[in-house]
């Protein structure tokens, strides 16, 4: 069936069939696996299946279980020739809207896999980024300081170090989301962003005791000042925007971006509740290092393992960068 897996859904409940189990249609049919999306009854539980070979399951394979969906394997014929289905099923409708990106996602992953077993391993490595995703962030969207945050870095990669690193260089530089101290890791060094709507601001946070830790390399932190214009881009309009120009270049880069978009809680389905549009007012760069003034784990007591902490803006003037800094971090100069 062309669509996806909403289309399947709403296609079912016109049906009206209640019989209990699994009502299914396939969706990606040239895929290697068969996947298929459904509706269980009794109850109507939206779903994903996907079948594959008993031989192209793995032995260690590991199911992720979530808040949000439950996922489970039945063997089918016989355990020398027969098939395994995997269920995925949504689990909490406060998260129905979520679920229903997570499917066409998954999906997707797995019909792109040339191999049923290659398609299995995709599906379940999508389905435990989905599983971190629901275990960081709820159904309703990302708070107000997680907005400034995200737009900050992607002003960043897109006004800064896509126009001299490449989009793809620059996509594949941004590490935050991987779960890396810094926001980018260049081939220079490191770059922090942080960014506010406060017209005055005073102090910028620091989240942890390695973000300023010049020990493993270059640091420059960014001070992003956001106003809100309404001649200026939303949330998703930047997102948008990315994506247009990460769509021309080749391999991984679109994938690769919506990976990282996904890790600090940015989904499609919540758009609608980024309205507000925004304009970098102010960017100044400032050289982590010497006096700055900063808290790295040298600084605290044994057994001090974490902390937040915010700096003073005017105590960071002194170590405004130049363009010969950036530029180091980045790679396109030698550091001196």
């Not at 009854?41 to 070979?53: K, R, Y």
Request: charged share 20%; hydrophobic share 45%.
């Amino acid at each position: 069936m062309n669509g996806g897996a909403t289309a399947v859904w709403g296609a079912l409940r016109l049906e009206g069939r209640g019989e209990a189990g699994w009502h299914l249609r396939r969706i990606h049919p040239m895929a290697a696996c068969e996947i298929f999306a459904g509706l269980r009854q009794p109850g109507g539980v939206q779903g994903l299946v996907l079948e594959v070979p008993i031989e192209a399951v793995a032995p260690d394979v590991n199911l992720p279980q979530s808040r949000g969906f439950s996922l489970e394997a039945q063997l089918l014929g016989s355990s020398h020739s027969g098939h395994v289905r995997f269920a995925l099923a949504l689990a909490d409708p406060a998260y129905e809207s979520v679920f229903a990106t997570l499917c066409d996602h998954v999906a997707e992953a797995a019909a792109s896999a040339p191999t049923a077993r290659l398609g299995l391993r995709e599906w379940v490595r999508q389905l435990h980024v989905w599983q971190e995703f629901m275990a960081r962030h709820g159904p309703g969207g990302l708070s107000h300081e997680a907005i400034l945050g995200l737009i900050g870095e992607l002003i960043i990669l897109k006004d800064r170090l896509a126009p001299h690193l490449g989009t793809a260089a620059a996509v594949a530089a941004w590490a935050g989301p991987s779960g890396e101290p810094n926001d980018f890791e260049l081939s220079g060094g490191y770059l922090e962003v942080k960014a506010t709507s406060r017209q005055a601001p005073d102090t910028l946070q620091v989240s942890n005791l390695d973000q300023l830790d010049d020990r493993r390399g270059v640091i420059m932190l960014a001070s992003v000042r956001l106003r809100p214009d309404p001649g200026g881009m939303t949330l998703p309009g930047l997102v948008s925007e990315l994506r247009r120009l990460t769509s021309v270049e080749r391999g991984r880069t679109l994938t690769d971006l919506n990976a990282r978009l996904l890790a600090p809680g940015y989904v499609d389905v919540h758009a609608d509740l980024y309205p507000s549009t925004w304009i970098a007012d102010r960017i100044d760069f400032y050289a982590v290092r010497d006096d700055f003034p900063r808290l790295t784990p040298l600084d605290v007591r044994p057994g001090v393992r974490s902390c937040s902490y915010s700096i003073a803006i005017a105590d960071c003037a002194p170590f405004l960068a130049t363009g010969t800094d950036l530029e180091v971090v980045m790679g396109r100069r030698a550091n001196d």
